[in-house]
């Protein structure tokens, strides 16, 4: 079992920066494939950004690329989101996730989710 934790979320002014991190205990931390998803209110979940679990790789979502950096420091078990130049439709409820297997875009692929933290961008 893994037990992710949330923090770091909150409100701030479009163009402004924020980070969010995720703490993991349980499984070994430096075997997880991590992730963070968002989902905005009446959409559906997506994929924002995922790292292998040497930090080696990692991916974005177009919409976030340029702007986000997804890091992990294995030392302490957590995943960090940097989100810069945040826009108003960056506004969501931030998961992070983990899975055993690969680095994937798709939420059904993950087995481990944390329980949420809201970031909101205001204009």
């Known amino acids: 079992q893994v037990q992710l934790i949330e923090s770091g979320g909150g409100l701030v002014q479009a163009g402004g920066s924020l980070r969010v991190s995720c703490a993991a205990s349980g499984r070994a931390f430096t075997t997880l494939f991590m992730g963070w998803f968002r989902q905005a209110p009446g959409k559906d979940r997506e994929f924002v950004a995922s790292?292998?679990?040497?930090?080696?790789?990692?991916n974005y979502a177009d919409s976030v690329k340029g702007r986000f950096t997804i890091s992990r420091d294995n030392a302490k078990n957590t995943i960090y989101l940097q989100m810069n130049n945040l826009k108003p439709e960056d506004t969501a409820v931030y998961y992070c996730a983990a899975q055993r297997y690969r680095s994937t875009k798709s939420a059904r692929e993950y087995d481990y989710w944390g329980q949420g933290n809201q970031v909101t961008v205001s204009s």
């Open positions: 790292i292998s679990p040497s930090g080696g790789n990692t």
